[in-house]
């Protein structure tokens, strides 16, 4: 939610999105994600809402100072098929814990819903165009 961009350096979360996901690797030991495939984006949702709108946080009181309203972060992680369980639960696990970290502060003073969701299928059309993946070839 757009309310976020005030309150967190969203391109730090992107940058330590990045590098969980460049330091993941398979079961035998192989990187997960290519480094020149590897992207990580956020945009803020212009119009939300969420719950009920912060009425339940503001009667709880205690040190929560929601302004008005929660916030929620929706990571959405989309890879190709192949890995295997472990390695989903091991990348997931690792972007989930490197998330929590970055919105520790927040959450010790505002009410955040965090989800994140991997998603791995067959394509109906993968076309690419890249001059990346050079830099990364050895």
């Known amino acids: 939610t757009g309310n976020l961009d005030a309150e967190t350096d969203m ?3 992107c940058r330590s999105l990045a590098d969980t996901m460049l330091a993941a690797h398979d079961d035998a030991g192989q990187p997960v994600f290519p480094p020149g495939g590897t ?3 956020a ?3 212009p119009h939300s809402a969420v719950s009920d709108g912060g009425a339940a946080g503001c009667a709880a009181g205690g040190d929560f100072r929601d302004p008005g309203d929660y916030a929620f972060v929706y990571l959405n992680l989309r890879m190709a098929h192949g890995r295997t369980p472990a390695t989903h639960k ?3 696990d690792a972007l989930l814990m490197a998330t929590k970290a970055h919105f520790q502060p ?3 003073r505002r009410h ?3 989800t ?3 998603d791995e299928g067959q394509e109906v059309f993968d076309a ?3 001059n990346l993946h050079p830099l990364f070839k050895k």
């Open 11 to 13: 391109t730090a979360l």
């Open 39 to 41: 992207r990580v984006f």
């Open 43 to 45: 945009y803020p949702a």
């Open 90 to 92: 091991r990348v997931g």
């Open 106 to 108: 927040l959450f010790v």
């Open 112 to 114: 955040i819903g965090v």
């Open 116 to 118: 994140l969701q991997i």
């Open 128 to 130: 690419k165009h890249s």
